[in-house]
Nanobody, 119 residues
């Protein structure tokens, strides 16, 4: 099993920055793909960004490209999501997730951290 714990959420003004962290524990593997998702009130959960085990290959939703950066330190079992130029529409609960390739299904999820961007 893999346990994921997010932190770093909060309230920020539009244009500001936040850095989310996801600490992994338990049966963790540096080869896992780590992802960030978010869910706004009344909306479905959506993909934000992901990073493969090597820490080089990353993917982003179009809505966050150029503003968010995902990174990881596998030795520390930690993944970060640096969020810059935040917009009110970025307001959501952000979740960290993990999956083992080649599966496309994220099997492990954190409890989520709230990000609120005021206008």
């Amino acid at each position: 099993q893999v346990q994921l714990v997010e932190s770093g959420g909060g309230l920020v003004q539009a244009g500001g920055s936040l850095r989310l962290s996801c600490a992994a524990s338990g049966r963790t593997y540096s080869s896992y793909v780590m992802g960030w998702f978010r869910q706004a009130p009344g909306k479905e959960r959506e993909f934000v960004a992901s990073i493969r085990g090597g820490g080089i290959t990353t993917y982003y939703a179009d809505s966050v490209k150029g503003r968010f950066t995902i990174s990881r330190d596998s030795a520390k079992n930690t993944v970060w999501l640096q969020m810059n130029s935040l917009k009110p529409e970025d307001t959501a609960v952000y979740y960290c997730a993990a999956r083992a390739e080649p599966s496309n299904r994220y099997n492990y999820w954190g409890q989520g951290t709230q990000v609120t961007v005021s206008s």
